[in-house]
Each structure stands twice: as structure tokens, then as C-alpha cells.
Nanobody
Framework: QVQLVESGGGLVQAGGSLRLSCAAS????????VGWFRQAPGKEREFVAQ??????????ADSVKGRFTITISRDNAKNTVYLQMYSLKPEDAAVYYC???????????????WGQGTQVTVSS
């Protein structure tokens, strides 16, 4: 069992930066890859980024690569995964979720555990 809690969301001006954190608990946390998804109002939840168990491999969605700079990282000593976001735009406003999966995947149904989400609001 893995429990995930996101934090770090909030209100930021366009062009600003935020760092989201995903704190995990559970003995098997280090055996999971961790991903970030986001869901804007009226839209489906979409994949943003994922990092492998020991942080060697990362995936980023094509939709976010050119829109704003993001970096996913993890510190297994702290049981935490981070999503650093730069140059945010109003269209990046969404609820951001972290999730844990046994495999590297961009598909929601591959993820076994989910956090409750953290709201990111970007003002123009």
C-alpha cells in the first residue's frame, strides 16, 4: 500500500514558477515509478510527466514539452517526488495529481495509487 499527498499548489502569475511535491508513505514506495497528471475544468485528466523508481528515466508529455519548462525529480531518502514548473500560463491551471505505477506508462489505468490533488491557478 502506498499513500500519496501532494502539496505546493497555489496561485501564481503567468510566467511564474511553482514546485509541486508528492510525499509518499508505505514500505513499497521505492518500487514504484511516480507520475504527475493534471485535470483542468471541463477537460479530461492528462499525463504530464513520470519518473522511474530510482530516477534514471523520465517521461514527459509532448503537450507540455514546448509549452512550459518542467522537470520531474525524486528523492527516495525523503520519499518525495517533485514537479518543478517554469513559465506557467493560464492554460496550465488545473488540479495536479501524483500517482504511483509498477511500470513506466503515460496511461492512467497503469497507475495503482493516487493522491488527492493540488490546485494550481495561474493569473494572467
Amino acid at each position: 500500500q502506498v499513500q500519496l499527498v501532494e502539496s505546493g499548489g497555489g496561485l501564481v502569475q503567468a510566467g511564474g514558477s511553482l514546485r509541486l511535491s508528492c510525499a509518499a508513505s508505505g514500505r513499497t514506495y521505492s518500487t514504484y515509478a511516480v507520475g504527475w497528471f493534471r485535470q483542468a475544468p471541463g477537460k479530461e485528466r492528462e499525463f504530464v510527466a513520470q519518473i522511474s523508481r530510482i530516477g534514471v528515466t523520465t517521461y514527459y508529455a509532448d503537450s507540455v514539452k514546448g509549452r512550459f519548462t518542467i522537470t520531474i525529480s525524486r528523492d527516495n531518502a525523503k520519499n518525495t517526488v517533485y514537479l518543478q514548473m517554469y513559465s506557467l500560463k493560464p492554460e496550465d491551471a488545473a488540479v495536479y495529481y501524483c500517482a504511483a505505477a509498477r511500470t513506466m506508462s503515460m496511461k492512467e489505468n497503469e497507475y495503482d495509487y493516487w493522491g488527492q490533488g493540488t490546485q494550481v491557478t495561474v493569473s494572467s
